[in-house]
């Protein structure tokens, strides 16, 4: 019984679509890097917000606007929304940008996780 109900549990969490609806929530910022060196035509700097959601690691690319660096440390935490290939980030300060879905990953359980999860044989 106990091993049907986990199947079940498995099976709905493979179904469900990685990016469907639109998604809020907080989480920490986990990496945040310039993209790109501006040209003439562009003034200001790219950056990609790297951050897990929902078991999803989302590369999500500023486009236009000016950003300042130091308003998002790695590791502290923010606002994100994320609706198909657009994004919202924010600070907790309430500063942010829009920002266009770059990159898409299923974040992978780690070992001790999956131990953890599979019964002990007895």
């Known amino acids: ?6 199947i079940l549990l498995v ?4 179904a469900l679509p990685a990016g ?7 989480t920490k910022l986990k990496d ?8 003439k035509k562009e003034k200001n700097q790219q950056y990609d917000f790297i951050f897990d959601a929902s078991g999803t690691e989302y590369t999500c690319r500023t486009q236009k606007g000016k950003l300042k660096a130091t308003d998002f440390p790695v590791g502290s935490d923010i606002k994100y929304q994320v609706d198909k ?6 600070n907790m300060s309430g500063k942010g940008t829009k920002c266009t ?5 299923k974040v992978q359980d780690t070992p001790a996780a999956i131990q953890a999860a599979s019964p ?3």
Not at 32 to 39: E, I, S
Not at 101 to 105: A, G, L, P
Request: proline share 8%; net charge positive; no cysteine.
């Open 1 to 6: 019984m106990r091993q049907s109900k986990l």
């Open 11 to 14: 099976a709905l969490l493979v």
């Open 20 to 26: 469907a609806a639109k998604q809020k929530g907080t």
């Open 32 to 39: 945040f890097q310039p993209a790109g060196t501006p040209n």
């Open 85 to 90: 290939d657009k994004g919202e980030v924010k």
């Open 101 to 105: 879905i770059v990159r898409v990953e």
């Open 120 to 122: 002990s044989p007895q």
